[in-house]
């Protein structure tokens, strides 16, 4: 929304479909003190601006045998665009790596990855992961307890 300031209103809506993305606009319009048509026409401005990208549901990796996390940073061999356009889509490809981001400091990249146990991560790790283009070497990291893993942003002023 470049070619709009988000406003405060903006940023309570925005801090709303964050807590719920299933409520209704009757209800969103209510917690934002709105009428139901303006509220809409702010969601659907923000929406199609890109500032709201989409709606998804939470879902618990120990129920879905998937509860092993690991944080595994990435040193590649080189750094050129090329390389990195090839690590960037191959990594795309692997469904247990939950995210990927490139990093400043002695290794680029750091990703998270999930599992259903050790084993499975060890093989992830020979398999998939080392074996991606680019990859030098890796260092894991096994998280023992999440304290804190949130999904919605910090709004400025909300």
């Known amino acids: 929304m470049k070619e709009h300031k988000l406003d405060a209103t903006d940023l309570r809506i925005l801090q709303e479909v964050q807590k719920n993305g299933r409520i209704t606009i009757a209800e969103l319009s209510r917690r934002v003190h709105l009428t139901k048509t303006p509220c809409a026409e702010r969601l659907r401005r923000m929406e199609k601006a890109g500032v709201v990208s989409g709606y998804f549901a939470r879902l618990d990796p120990s129920i879905l045998d998937v ?92």
């Open 67 to 158: 509860a092993h996390l690991a944080m595994v940073q990435v040193q590649l061999k080189g750094t050129t665009s090329d390389e990195l356009e090839a690590f960037n889509r191959a990594v795309a490809r692997v469904p247990e790596i939950q995210s990927c981001h490139m990093i400043a400091g002695g290794y680029d990249y750091l990703l998270k990855v999930r599992t259903r146990d050790i084993e499975s991560y060890r093989r992830v790790l020979g398999a998939v992961i080392s074996r991606l283009p680019g990859v030098l070497q890796t260092h894991t990291y096994v998280v023992m307890e999440t304290v804190k893993d949130e999904l919605t942003l910090a709004l400025p002023g909300a």
